[in-house]
């Protein structure tokens, strides 16, 4: 009787084992299926629709479909892959983001959706100028765009482009009002980043970027409590990053 039982167990873990498996490899075989599955659509009726962020557009219309496997003035029935149209529009421009291909069942209708990179800051480099996105991804300028973004020259090595300038511009782009208050960044070195205000002749000053929100939170005091009092040309520079206290270096006459 036990001998009886304890060979029901087996079978039944067995049976359970082999279902489990033939799960799976039917999992594995409809993902792998899905992969090569090719929808038929009408190519004429394709709409792309790019979405950018408001600070300037990269790509147009035209360039997106050139990288599509279709003609789309073809209004004869061709067989496409979203799948591989999503990968092949991501490797083909390093300003697309993310994409996004669907079709339109009753209509046959393909959508591409593409999202562009978010420009945060612009830098030049070997005389080269190029755009700093949110995930610390460069781009480089083209011709006939332009993002409303800071701009910053300097020191730019891959180490102060990594370690000061993204960090920084992210921080900025994050608090939007010191995005729109500062028009110009200078990298001098790892330890020393001088800000331009879009309005006004003075520079301020920081010494890296370990107590950067404090350090810019003294900015609304000097206008308050300092320049009313000596003017807007008695200093040409301040220092932020000093403990405590704001130090202010007077122009030259």
Known sequence: MIRRTRKEKV???????????????????FVIARRHVSYAIHPSRTVIRIVDTGKGRFLREREVAAVLPIDLKDSISRGVDPDRIERDLVDASTYIRSATAFISPSTKRLHVIIHE???????????????????????????????????AEGTM?????????????????????????FSYIEIISESKIHLYPRVGTVVFELHGLETLEQDLSKIPIYYKDIEPQVGTNKY??????????????KREK
């Open 11 to 29: 079978r039944r873990i067995l049976g359970c084992t082999l279902m489990a498996l033939l799960v799976v490899l039917l999992g594995c075989s």
């Open 117 to 151: 990179r978010t420009p945060i800051i612009r830098y030049f480099r070997n005389g080269t100028s190029w755009y700093l996105d949110d995930e610390g991804i460069s781009v480089p300028q083209r011709q006939g765009s332009a993002a409303y973004v800071p701009l």
């Open 157 to 181: 090595t891959d180490g102060t482009i990594h370690y000061v300038l993204y960090p920084l511009a992210q921080y900025l782009y994050d608090h939007s009002e010191w995005s729109h208050f």
């Open 236 to 249: 040409a520079l301040v220092k932020l990053s000093y403990e405590n206290q704001i130090v202010c270096v």
